[in-house]
């Protein structure tokens, strides 16, 4: 039998077809089969009752008509029960789970599974993530967008979809002008060569300082931008100095993230294509002239329908706005996005609207595909005050030093745990945990919160937390270290014997939720939904092993057992993987 990949997709499709014969309107009749309370089975279908209400007819009824047009493929698989008016639930025969365990034994076999299933497979996705601006170094405000940016990336790769990492940098602001202006007179070469982001942080805050006291020097650093965007030369190539330096910067921290971009085009690359976008939009009518500037105005919406989204400035600049714009249309000519993800602060949520309501007219009006566009927005990262997360003197954290705290934290706790390890491995181990817990700990909150920054809550072994996940996946390997065999011999095993015990039966059907857990965060595009999902998981395979012993004489129980440990190192290392996180086999 070929067992399906995801059994709630394959409920679906299965409902859809038993209602294309009934002729019923499939649509609103299977419209999301879910992971049940395991009481009731593994997954349950709500659509009946509703349409049997709108169609008026016997729920129960029309259940019972619904099942027996079940397709056999889906009957064989799964018993199938009508419960209370009209639910219908299905339960993974054994035989079933048998063969998901034996044909999804490797992470090829899931991901091609999971492509097999995605609706984003085949796709192209641009994700737009970290952005940072240049000249000043990454913050505890950065975290986010980084590393939720970087999970959905896997995510969607894992479901098929191509994806395009695009780092879209602010690089081209008007606080150049002032940069530049104290970076010809005040530069300090002894403080470039030993930290230079710190060096251009403290010359543009002087240019700041300075031009705010001093008309003149005001004027100059703006003659400096001037000339900056028109082409100067020198000051070009102070610019592409200021940039390169701040992204070698920035990639030794995405380094810690595992993160490589495709493609570093940020707003100074859209330099020369704002002008078709004010030239289109103003031609179709979508953009005019308000006090000097070019705004576009949305007359059905609440709120822009007075507040314009302002895409020229009246001084002749462009703004983020227009950048964005043309952003869009490159990414929809230049790669073919299907779809584009935006991983920004909610703070933004504005902007995110108005670019997006702008393009879908602009595209509408000029015959373009439009494609997905997401604002995958995230909230504030705060302190145990309640404020966003800041020094005790009031400043920025910066990232480096955050990251560089967590593996001294983790090193504590591995210290204490791993005690055993040499020290060499013991500060590897700790900066896998340490750079893993930060990243956990803010994916697996649902992205749309707010969430306090708490070290003893995410360096920590008990809970939701990078480190008991970690420590799971290496106890499972020093199981079979133990037992002198390894997971992939295991995962090939013909010896196993039908699962017999509750916690075995139970470990199981929990592993092959894994494609619906997969499909929900890759669907909203939410990563905490897997940190759930895999910390159920490990619950569950914790639960199993206090209860069966693995290391049994009877060869066909313990391949059995050697399987379910395989199987949930498996999906644990995949899932952690998928999140963005580095696993380790010893701790
Ligand atoms: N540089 C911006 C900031 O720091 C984020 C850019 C996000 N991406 C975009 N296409 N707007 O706020």
């Known amino acids: 039998m070929s067992v399906p990949f995801n059994f709630a997709t394959a409920i679906e ?131 986010r967008s980084a590393v939720i940016g970087e999970a959905m990336c896997r995510l969607l790769e894992f479901g098929g979809a191509k994806v395009i990492r695009d780092n879209h940098i602010g690089d081209w602001g008007t606080g150049f002008g002032k940069l530049i202006w104290a970076y010809k007179r005040h530069l300090n070469a002894d403080a470039l ?95 005019e002239i308000s006090e000097g500037a070019l705004v576009v105005f949305h007359p059905e919406h609440p709120r822009f329908s007075k507040q314009p989204f302002l895409i020229r400035k009246s001084d002749g600049a462009a703004n983020y706005a227009s950048t964005d714009l043309a952003t869009i249309l490159y990414r929809v000519e230049h790669f073919q996005a299907d779809g584009v993800i935006y991983v920004i602060d909610s703070r933004q949520g504005d902007h995110c609207q108005q670019l997006f309501l702008t393009a879908e007219k602009w595209f509408a009006k000029t015959n373009r595909p439009l494609p997905r566009l997401e604002h995958t927005s995230f909230g504030t990262v705060l302190g145990e005050n309640g404020k966003p997360l800041k020094t005790r003197s009031g400043e920025n954290i910066k990232l480096r030093d955050l990251l560089a705290e967590a593996t001294e934290r983790a090193a504590q706790l591995v210290a204490s745990k791993s005690a055993n390890l040499p020290p060499a491995e013991q500060q590897a181990v700790a900066a896998i945990v340490g750079v893993g817990s930060v990243q956990y700990a803010d994916l697996s909150q649902n992205r749309s919160s707010d969430y306090v920054f708490s070290w003893d809550k995410m360096i920590s072994l008990e809970g939701n937390t990078a480190a008991y996940l970690l420590y799971a996946v290496a106890r499972i390997h020093s199981i079979f270290r133990k037992l002198d065999t390894d997971p992939s011999a295991a995962a090939a095993t013909a010896a196993a014997t039908p699962l017999v015990t509750a916690t075995e039966v139970t470990l199981a059907r929990k592993l092959t939720k894994f494609p619906e857990a997969l499909r929900a965060t890759i669907g909203q595009l939410r990563p905490h939904t897997l940190c759930l999902y895999l910390y159920e998981l490990a619950g569950e395979f914790s639960a199993f092993y206090n209860a069966d012993k693995v290391a049994v004489d009877d060869a066909g129980v313990r391949a059995r057992r050697l399987r379910l440990c395989a199987r949930t190192l498996l999906i644990l290392e995949t899932g952690l993987n998928l999140l963005g996180l580095r696993t380790l086999k010893r701790m």
């Not at 639930?89 to 299933?117: D, K, Q, V």
């Not at 982001?197 to 006291?213: M, Q």
């Not at 610019?239 to 570093?264: C, M, P």
Request: hydrophobic fraction near 40%.
């Open 13 to 143: 499709a299965a409902l859809n077809q038993a209602a294309a014969q009934l002729g019923l309107d499939a649509a609103p009749f299977a419209p999301e089969v879910r992971t049940a309370d395991a009481r009731h089975g593994d997954f349950q279908a709500n659509g009946v009752l509703p349409y049997a209400k709108r169609t008026k007819q016997n729920p129960r009824a029309l259940a019972e008509q619904v099942v027996a047009a079940l397709p056999a493929s889906l009957t064989d698989a799964f018993e199938v029960a009508i419960a209370g008016p009209g639910f219908l639930n299905f339960t993974c025969r054994p035989a079933t789970l048998e063969s998901w365990l034996a044909t999804y034994a490797t992470e090829p076999s899931l991901r091609e599974g999971a492509s097999a299933t995605q609706p984003e497979s085949g796709q192209t996705f641009i994700v737009d993530y970290s952005s940072p601006n240049t000249a000043k170094q990454m913050h505890v405000g950065h975290l």
């Open 193 to 287: 060569a030993q930290d230079p982001l710190e060096e251009f942080e403290r010359l543009y805050k002087l240019g700041n300082k300075t031009a705010d006291e001093d008309e003149s020097v005001l004027e100059d650093a703006r003659q400096e931008l001037v000339n900056l965007q028109s082409g100067n030369e020198e000051n070009l190539a102070i610019w592409r100095h200021i940039n390169e330096v701040s992204l070698a910067a920035f990639q030794k921290i995405y380094d810690q993230f595992g993160i490589t971009f495709d493609h570093t085009l940020g707003e100074s690359f859209y330099n020369d294509k704002v002008s078709q976008v004010y030239a289109e939009l103003t031609d179709l009518g979508l953009a």
